[in-house]
Structures are given as structure tokens and as C-alpha cells.
């Protein structure tokens, strides 16, 4: 188990930088009662245009594909001199299952496929509250389903098959390993990177205290509306799948987690890791006490991105090619 800790008591300059340069350029939060939902998709993604800018050069190829739920696309990320049969990556973005895209996140997806040695793939699942829980799921499923048909013509070994997200895309990761599981099917899943993942909704922890009110980069205001788009007013409200902290946690693939000490989630993702621990896996996790909620975003600026992105590749390659 690996614990990296930073002991300074506040956000780290380059990351306030990023948090202030979202914030002072309108926020989705704070306009979310004079935008429509698309009106704050769109400044959601402009929000985060320079963000995704510069970073390693690759190749890339977008397709759409056939799912259980229907045609969605995907982005599938290739970078310079990997072998002809290589490891893959499915990356899920955050977003709170209603904003961002591949867009938004394809510095982050770059990143993973440069530092790792991986082909990535990005999935560009369907978002709420039009599509709620569980059509992101089943969609999920049916891609990595679909590469492991494909994976000889994708040059990706389907014996080395990882999935990464942040947030919401970290629970749909979880989730994944876990719908495989309810199915009683092998899971072709190897390892996990859970960034600041959204696992469940409890207001109560001192994270969501301290962490979650009005002016910060995610609140719990904006977290409990996440949650009512993703699964609205159904009995899916406490259902495992949905959320996976409710979930019985044995026989998970290894996992990574990245915990910022400044998110309303870092209690929730604390307990995660214990809880997965005590489930008997093989868990690793790094606290950065001075990162906020979607840090590893701020990578072209933020030398504690860049080192917290550079530990879990690293993580990612020893547990795929060694």
C-alpha cells in the first residue's frame, strides 16, 4: 500500500491558478440557474479548452460503435513507438454523468497513453439526466466487451485491458468490474485508476464540510444535483451498481486511487480505499493534500498533476507488463 502525503495547509499555488481561472471565468455552478443544460454543456467544454491544450503528440482515431444502448462514439488514443501488441487503457471522463466529453479530457487521455505505454480509449457515454443510470454503465460494458473481439485488430493485447476515470468516470469503473461480477462473467479487467472518485453521496463527512460549500470548485449543492440527474427519484436511489460503496467489494481487480485533500470526496474515496483493503484487494493510493477535485487537469501548469499522473502510470505499466 503506497501513501503519498503533502503536509501544506492550503491548495497548492499552481492548482489555486487553475481553480481561479475556472471560477473567474463563470463556473458551470454558478450559472446554472440563468444558462440552460446545453447552454452550460458548451461553457462547461470552452471552460476547459486551454486546459486540454499542448501535452504529448499522438495519433487518433475516432469511431462510433454499437452498444446495448445504441450507437455512441469513441476515441481511441495512440501514442508513438509502442509495441505491435501493447496493453489498453479504457479511459471514463468525469463530469458528474452530466457534463464533459472526450474533449474536455483528452490531455488527461494523452497523458495516461504517453506515460503508460498504453493504447487508450475514450468512451464518450451517453450523459444525464436525458440518459439515467444505467445506460452509461451498459454502455461502458458493451465497449470493453467489444474490445475484446477486436483487440487483434486494434494491435491491443485483450490480456492487458485497464480502465482509468476521475469522478463519475471512476464509478463507472468500479461499476464495470462489479456488472461483470453480477453476471457471473469473467471480467477482463486488470487494474484500476480511481481519480477523486464520485462513489456515493454522504453530506454528512467533514470533507463535504469544509470542502463543499458556495465558491468551490465542486459543491455539495452541485454533487446532489449530479446525483438526481444520474438516477432521479427511482429505486435506484441505493442500488450498488449505481453507487458502488453500497457494494460488496471482493475480487476487484488492483486499483490505484488519487485522493485531493481539498474535494468534498475525499472522505467518501478514503473510505473506498479502506473499504477495499479490508475486501482483501490488492489497493495502492496517493493523498495530495494540497490538490483540489479535478487537479490532474491543471497538468500543463501543476507540478503535483504532473507527479500524480506520472506515480499511477508508472502503477498502470508495472501492473500490465510486468
Not at 472526450?102 to 451517453?126: K, P, Q
Not at 483487440?151 to 480502465?163: H, N, P, Q, V
Amino acid at each position: 500500500m503506497q501513501e503519498k502525503i503533502s503536509s501544506s495547509p492550503s491548495v497548492d499555488p499552481e492548482i489555486q491558478q487553475f481553480v481561479s481561472d475556472i471560477l473567474a471565468s463563470g463556473g458551470v455552478d454558478n450559472a446554472a440557474h440563468s444558462l440552460s443544460l446545453n447552454e452550460r454543456r458548451a461553457l462547461a467544454e470552452k471552460l476547459r479548452e486551454r486546459w486540454t491544450a499542448g501535452g504529448p503528440e499522438v495519433t487518433r482515431d475516432d469511431r462510433s460503435i454499437e452498444t446495448t444502448e445504441g450507437t455512441i462514439g469513441i476515441r481511441i488514443i495512440r501514442p508513438a513507438n509502442l509495441p505491435e501488441k501493447c496493453a489498453g487503457l479504457v479511459y471514463l471522463h468525469g463530469g458528474g454523468f452530466t457534463y464533459f466529453s472526450l474533449d474536455t479530457h483528452d490531455r488527461l487521455m494523452r497523458e495516461y497513453a504517453h506515460r503508460a505505454g498504453v493504447v487508450v480509449i475514450g468512451i464518450d457515454y451517453s450523459l444525464s439526466p436525458e440518459f439515467k443510470y444505467p445506460t452509461a454503465l451498459n454502455e461502458t460494458v458493451s465497449v470493453i466487451d467489444w474490445l475484446s473481439e477486436n483487440a487483434t485488430e486494434l494491435g491491443i493485447d485483450k490480456g492487458r485491458l485497464a480502465m482509468a476515470g476521475d469522478s463519475a468516470g471512476a464509478n463507472l469503473c468500479v461499476s464495470t468490474c462489479l456488472k461483470y461480477r453480477e453476471q457471473i462473467r469473467p471480467s477482463p479487467i486488470k487494474a484500476l485508476i480511481l481519480n477523486y472518485g464520485f462513489f456515493e453521496l454522504d453530506k454528512s463527512t467533514e470533507s463535504h464540510r469544509l470542502y463543499g460549500g458556495a465558491g468551490e470548485l465542486l459543491t455539495s449543492e452541485e454533487l446532489q444535483m449530479y446525483w438526481d440527474n444520474y438516477v432521479g427519484e427511482t429505486a435506484f436511489t441505493e442500488e450498488p451498481l449505481a453507487f458502488p460503496m453500497a457494494a460488496r467489494l471482493n475480487a476487484m481487480p488492483p486499483s490505484y486511487h488519487v485522493i485531493p485533500g481539498y474535494d468534498p470526496l475525499a472522505d467518501s474515496n478514503k473510505r473506498m480505499v479502506e473499504k477495499m483493503i479490508l475486501a482483501g484487494n490488492d489497493v495502492e493510493f496517493s493523498i495530495y493534500e494540497t490538490a483540489t477535485h479535478s487537479f490532474l487537469e491543471a497538468v500543463s501548469i501543476s507540478k503535483l498533476a504532473d507527479e500524480a499522473l506520472q506515480l499511477s502510470s508508472d502503477w498502470l505499466s508495472k501492473k500490465l507488463y510486468s
